[in-house]
């Protein structure tokens, strides 16, 4: 029995240490976590750079002048002798167009024929009468000339009748020789954007009702421009004449250089907001063919300050109407500093007085170690 008193007193003599040694080592761990740790700030220093303020306009390259080719008569698409991406010259044929005759038109036309070959064959009876008269001596000079004129002008109407019939049923007269209604040709030199019409397709001419079916888009693509849209908010700082840096989507690692030569006078409300367009000239690179329609963004110019010192805009702080910044004094003392600031892209900021190149900047609330 003694024995296992003692045993017992030994076991909770442990179990009581075990105790204040877990209660001790949680305490210590619960103090060492409640020591805040010490914040140590990382500096910076001013550079030189250039800094550049500039708005970005959105929109496309589109070429300059884009011309609509058009039948100058109604019919059906007989021919297409182009294609997209072909490239043609003024008076190039691009398609033929079969006329389907106007019932009327071509009623009308048949019957003015007949008329004519009625009284032109009449009037030649006529002529060759008198002619044999005015030979035998039997009439005067006079009254033949009369049949002579009235037989030259009902042959002047059988061929007028005649050439109005061919127009109507060809859209070309046999005096015209090859020019021709039907064959559609290109008014300018350029190259084919697109052939919206295939052969059966159905055209219409142009006529103070319908536009007019059209053929094909043709354009010269040498001769290229920038359209975009500006927001009213930086509209009031460009002028025409500004250089422009052109980035376009399809083409990578590459831009081209521009001239900002058109600002509208008047915006357009799109998605709660005013914009303006422009339009710009395209400096082409001749090793590079830029297609109609490329998606672009052109970055404008607004302000520029070459090799100036600056800072990050990110180690500006506020007081008021003050600029401030804090200077390292000593090993992580800081004093604070008012300057002097100048022109800014939101990510760099000119520096114009209160600061040197050697001048150790405080980053605010970063800490180097800890975090």
């Known amino acids: ?68 080719i058009k039948p100058k008569v109604s019919g059906i698409v007989e021919q297409v002798f182009v294609q997209p991406g072909n490239k043609v010259k003024k008076g190039d044929a691009i398609a033929k167009v079969r006329i389907i005759p ?20 009449d009037a030649k009876i006529n002529f ?15 009254e033949f000339q009369q049949a002579e004129v009235t037989f030259r002008n009902a042959r002047q109407e059988l061929s007028a009748a005649e050439a109005n019939l061919d127009l109507v049923r060809e859209g070309a007269t046999k005096k015209s020789g090859s020019a021709t209604n039907t064959l559609i040709t290109s008014t300018i030199n350029g190259m084919i954007l697109d052939v919206p019409v295939k052969v059966g397709s159905s055209v219409i001419e142009a006529n103070n009702f319908n536009p007019g079916t059209t053929i094909a888009f043709i354009a010269d693509v040498g001769d290229m421009i920038f359209q975009g849209k500006v927001d009213e908010t930086e509209v009031g700082k460009i002028n025409p004449g500004m250089p422009l840096l052109l980035m376009v989507g399809a083409i990578e690692n590459d831009t081209f250089n521009a001239t900002l030569k058109y600002i509208a006078p008047k915006g357009v409300l799109e998605n709660g907001a005013v914009q303006f367009e422009i339009k710009a000239d395209v400096d082409l690179k001749t090793d590079q063919f830029i297609r109609a329609g490329y998606s672009a963004n052109a970055d404008i110019v607004l302000e520029r300050a070459n090799q100036v010192m ?26 604070k500093r008012m300057i002097k600031t100048g022109l800014s892209d939101g990510i760099k900021v000119e520096v114009v007085s209160g600061l040197t ?12 170690a800890g975090n």
């Open 1 to 68: 029995m003694k024995k296992t008193s003692v045993t017992k007193k030994i076991i909770r003599i442990a179990v009581l240490v075990i105790i204040l040694a877990a209660f001790g080592i949680t305490i210590y761990y619960l103090y060492n976590k409640s020591k805040e740790k010490p914040v140590v700030y990382i500096t910076e220093q001013p550079f030189v750079t250039d800094i550049i303020k500039k708005t970005v306009a959105t929109g496309s390259v589109i070429p300059r002048e884009e011309i609509e």
């Open 128 to 142: 060759d009468r008198q002619e044999k008269l005015k030979n035998g001596g039997v009439i005067s000079a006079s």
């Open 357 to 368: 190149k050697d001048d150790k900047i405080k980053v605010p609330q970063l800490r180097s």
């Open 310 to 335: 600056a800072i990050n805009e990110s180690l500006l702080q506020f007081e008021g109407d003050s600029t401030f910044v804090e200077i390292e004094v000593a090993p992580q003392k800081y004093e």
């Open 102 to 121: 106007d019932l009327v038109n071509l009623n009308n036309a048949e019957g003015r024929m007949e008329r004519a070959q009625i009284s032109f064959d």
